[in-house]
């Protein structure tokens, strides 16, 4: 697999986890975010964070999303489904995605001179982020920060690739898994209390993930992409040559290697 290629951090290498379950639901929209939506999202305290993701487009593998993280971290994403449609009358509606994610720490990316770029597609995010979640009875906002508790994060973000301009806002919920769709629902419903600006409208013709966007496709074999995560995950590491292990055989060495469940949103 040609493109950037990080290397794992040393150190013991646990068996991969199961992953990190979560409900997301995203809208994109072409051009330059507005003053006026930058300024509707303020209502909430929010983290601000910069940085450029760095996109597998080749090999398509249906149903996956890869991608090495800012300046370090390979971080994959397995579609499992759609429970339905989020939507609040009169302000939004859009298709609701269920997701399961791995991060697999690693030293900052590199671009060897063999490269070829055409496999991989760097994306440029300037992310506002706001943590949702229940206290008292009621659904809250807070800036983000270290915690397990359910939630869901939503982020308002300018992106930029190729030269164009793009802008997103996204909910994603992290929990137990009977949980997701009422925090996710819930958290919607105090967001959009106030209609956007602009006339902007969040319409299922706008609602896609980033894999959607960059031109993958959903798969409905939730299994059969795990399966086709792990053979990716194989090839990613032998051809980096990023893991080596006394014990493992070849086969064994990308499934060994230091996955873990990640906890950030995509």
């Given at each position: 697999?040609?493109?950037?290629?990080?290397?794992?951090?040393?150190?013991?290498?646990?068996?991969?986890?199961?992953?990190?379950?979560?409900?997301?639901?995203?809208?994109?929209?072409?051009?330059?975010?507005?003053?006026?939506?930058?300024?509707?999202?303020?209502?909430?305290?929010?983290?601000?964070?910069?940085?450029?993701?760095?996109?597998?487009?080749?090999?398509?593998?249906?149903?996956?999303?890869?991608?090495?993280?800012?300046?370090?971290?390979?971080?994959?994403?397995?579609?499992?489904?759609?429970?339905?449609?989020?939507?609040?009358?009169?302000?939004?509606?859009?298709?609701?995605?269920?997701?399961q994610k791995w991060s697999f720490p690693s030293s900052p990316i590199r671009r060897d001179s063999?490269?070829?770029?055409?496999?991989?597609?760097?994306?440029?995010?300037?992310?506002?982020?706001?943590?949702?979640?229940?206290?008292?009875?009621?659904?809250?906002?807070?800036?983000?920060?270290?915690?397990?508790?359910?939630?869901?994060?939503?982020?308002?973000?300018?992106?930029?690739?190729?030269?164009?301009?793009?802008?997103?806002?996204?909910?994603?919920?992290?929990?137990?898994?009977?949980?997701?769709?009422?925090?996710?629902?819930?958290?919607?419903?105090?967001?959009?209390?106030?209609?956007?600006?602009?006339?902007?409208?969040?319409?299922?013709?706008?609602?896609?993930?980033?894999?959607?966007?960059?031109?993958q496709r959903p798969c409905a074999d939730g299994d059969a992409v795990v399966r086709r995560l792990?053979?990716?995950?194989?090839?990613?590491?032998?051809?980096?040559?990023?893991?080596?292990?006394?014990?493992?055989?070849?086969?064994?060495?990308?499934?060994?290697?230091?996955?873990?469940?990640?906890?950030?949103?995509?």
């Open positions: 697999m040609n493109g950037p290629s990080s290397r794992p951090t040393s150190g013991a290498t646990p068996e991969v986890s199961s992953g990190v379950r979560s409900l997301e639901v995203r809208w994109i929209f072409p051009g330059r975010l507005e003053t006026a939506v930058a300024g509707w999202f303020g209502r909430f305290p929010a983290g601000l964070e910069s940085r450029e993701d760095t996109y597998l487009l080749d090999p398509q593998v249906r149903g996956l999303s890869a991608k090495i993280r800012g300046g370090g971290g390979l971080e994959v994403k397995a579609y499992r489904g759609s429970p339905g449609i989020l939507e609040v009358a009169g302000r939004a509606r859009g298709r609701l995605e269920a997701w063999g490269d070829d770029p055409a496999r991989w597609r760097p994306v440029r995010k300037r992310r506002r982020i706001s943590r949702f979640s229940h206290a008292g009875g009621q659904i809250v906002a807070r800036a983000p920060g270290p915690g397990q508790e359910p939630r869901c994060e939503v982020e308002l973000t300018d992106v930029r690739t190729r030269g164009q301009d793009w802008w997103t806002l996204g909910f994603e919920a992290i929990g137990p898994a009977g949980l997701l769709r009422s925090e996710l629902e819930a958290t919607a419903a105090l967001v959009f209390a106030h209609a956007l600006p602009g006339g902007v409208e969040l319409g299922p013709d706008q609602s896609r993930s980033y894999a959607e966007w960059l031109g792990l053979s990716l995950l194989n090839r990613f590491f032998d051809d980096v040559h990023a893991v080596t292990t006394d014990d493992a055989t070849p086969g064994e060495i990308g499934v060994t290697a230091r996955a873990s469940g990640s906890t950030r949103s995509p």
